[in-house]
Every structure is written in C-alpha cells, then in structure tokens.
C-alpha cells in the first residue's frame, strides 16, 4: 500500500508530481485558486479536491476519512517572505502580514489534525533572512509543541537537475522517535569534477533546443515592451546592467540596480534559467535567447514538469500555475529519500 499525503496549498501540483512518482499516493489536495484545481483534478483525477482556503478545511475529517495519513506537503503562499516584498512598503513581511500568520499558522494546524509521521514544508530562500527570524522561530516552536523535531536548509534547485538555479526553503519534520532526516546529496553541480562525481547542471540549451516552433506573440506584446530593441542587444545570459557605466558601456542608459533584477532579463543555451517567476510582464525576464517570450511548452520544462502535464487557462493563467509550482524534480529526490528512510514498502 502507498503511504498517503494530504497535499495543501497545492497549486498546480509540483509538490504531488513528485511525491506521486516516488511512490506516494495523494488523497486530498487544496487550493484557493480555482483555475489551479481545474489543473489540479485534470492532473490527479482520483484525488479529493478542495478549492478554498486552509481555514475552511476540516484536518480532522480527512484523517477520519482515510483513517491514517503519512505525510503533509505544501508550501505556504510566498510573497510575504519573497524579495519582492521589500519593494512592497505599504505591505508586512513575514508573519507580520495577516496572510503570511494566517496560512503558515493554518499549516501548524494541518499538522495538528492530521497527525502525520513526517511533513514537507517548502518556501522561498527569504524565509530564512533576518526580517523572517518570527516565521522560521514560529515553525520552530509549532513543530516543537506538537512533538515534531525539524531538519532544514535552503537548496539550488539547479543542484537536483532542474534547469534553473532557483533556491528553495525546505524544512522536513518528523515525529520526535523516528531518526533524524537526512538531506538528499546534490546530483549536479554547476563545476562537476572527478572528486564530486556529479553531473553539470542542466542548461537551457539542453532541454529547449528541440522547441524552436513560430508561433504568434500574445496579445500583441512584444519582448522587452518598448525596449524591445534594447533587449535584441543585450547578450545571452544578461539583463540591463550591460547598459550601465558600471559594466562600460559605452553610452549608459540605465544607473546601477535602480531596476528588479530579472528587468531586460535574457537566458543563456549555456546556463540554467533563472527563477520563472508567477506573473508574466512583456519586459521582465526571463526571455528567450531569441529576443522572445518563452512559450508555455518551455517554462515547463525549465519548472521540470513533464510535456504531458495538463495547465488549463488562457496564456497567463498557466504561466502563473507554472511559476508558483515547486519544481517536481525537486520534490521528487526529498520525496525519494522520505520514502527510503521512514517507510519499508
């Protein structure tokens, strides 16, 4: 029998994907966007979905339901704990804006309810940093209250096979008797040598060059907006600092990181992709080499999804979906080794 998962703020599913494939089973998974379980139930139709916030879902019922639950996935809404919301000043950080107390709270909760033998809780590199220290001690102290003891770090998704240096906060806890957990090994490295025995990292180059398909741009935006041609200057690989008189440019256009870094933003066939955010903007990146909008067939496959996974909406719809996913690769190696050291299946 396949341990089972109860699965919340699934999104599209990343997380599922990958613990499905290392042998899991996904009973119940939640989201509060409907378009995303629309994707979800495509995806997993065997799966109970709920489309509505944590605080509305019944934990206890659940267990009730499926009588034991094996593990708890998710990750709480990040935009609270992001980057960006440093640029927000009208908005808190962390735990200090209501949604980020509420969802990381209702996830303790989860916890509480389901009682289950361990619980993967993922979330951005910035749930770590100095202005979060209340989030990071909260899932310290809620893991400690319900008997839990908690092993995490932040790990380069690029390190795992995915096609994108993209950092992750993965925090695993497990039930206080069981041993300690043990991280997987990187199975990539952005310098594989003799001793490391790893693989180079997956570049763009490597996974995108069979889709070089034409098709019409959406909604009449163009890449790079109207720095379109700007952004057909830039090299592969680079942003709009080429055009800044810290890099000698020539004639500077642009003052020093005065612009979000991913702006005028291009990949490079040679590297991994940066982070594929969740909104889609005609002149932030990552584009394509080419000087185009990456198509959707792309950033999946940068995301690690498989070509036969199924994204419904218009074009922005599935971008975001994508962008907000855990890259299933990812979870798929934490999923392999919570199954290799907790369940003798």
């Avoid at 509480?112 to 100095?130: A, Q, T, Y």
């Amino acid at each position: 029998m396949k341990p089972k998962i109860v699965s919340v703020f699934s999104g599209v599913g990343g997380i599922d994907f990958g613990f499905e494939k290392a042998g899991f089973e996904t009973v119940f998974a939640s989201d509060i966007w409907d378009r995303a379980c629309e994707s979800l139930k495509a995806n997993f139709p065997k799966t109970e979905i709920i489309c509505d916030t944590i605080e509305n879902i019944d934990f206890k019922k659940i267990r009730k339901t499926h009588k034991e639950i094996d593990g708890l996935v998710g990750g709480p809404p990040c935009p609270p704990f992001s980057k960006s919301r440093f640029y927000r000043k009208e908005k808190e950080r962390g735990i200090n804006d209501e949604d980020g107390f509420m969802t990381v709270s209702n996830y303790f909760r989860a916890v509480e309810e389901l009682n289950p033998k361990f619980f993967f809780f993922e979330n951005v590199h910035g749930f770590v940093f100095k202005p979060h220290k209340s989030a990071l001690e909260l899932v310290e102290s809620e893991s400690e209250r319900l008997g839990y003891k908690i092993f995490h770090k932040v790990v380069n998704t690029a390190d795992f096979g995915v096609a994108q240096t993209r950092q992750r906060f993965i925090c695993i806890g497990v039930k206080k008797q069981m041993r300690d957990f043990v991280f997987p090994n990187p199975t990539h490295s952005e310098k594989p040598n003799p001793e490391n025995k790893l693989k180079r990292w997956v570049n763009c180059g490597d996974i995108l060059n069979d889709i070089d398909f034409d098709l019409p741009e959406d909604d009449k935006m163009e890449a790079g907006s109207k720095h379109k041609d700007l952004l057909k200057l830039i090299p592969a690989g680079d942003n709009y600092l080429f055009f800044t008189k810290e890099r000698n440019h020539p004639n500077p256009i642009f003052e020093w990181r005065s612009r979000y870094w991913s702006f005028l933003l291009k990949l490079s066939p040679e590297r991994p992709s940066w982070t594929i955010q969740a909104s889609h903007s005609n002149n932030m990146g990552p584009f394509h080499w080419k000087n185009r909008f990456l198509r959707i067939d792309e950033i999946k496959r940068i995301q690690s999804f498989e070509d036969k996974h199924i994204f419904l909406g218009n074009f922005k719809e599935q971008w975001r979906q994508i962008g907000n996913a855990v890259p299933p690769l990812l979870a798929l190696q934490f999923a392999k080794e919570i199954k290799k050291q907790y369940f003798k299946i």
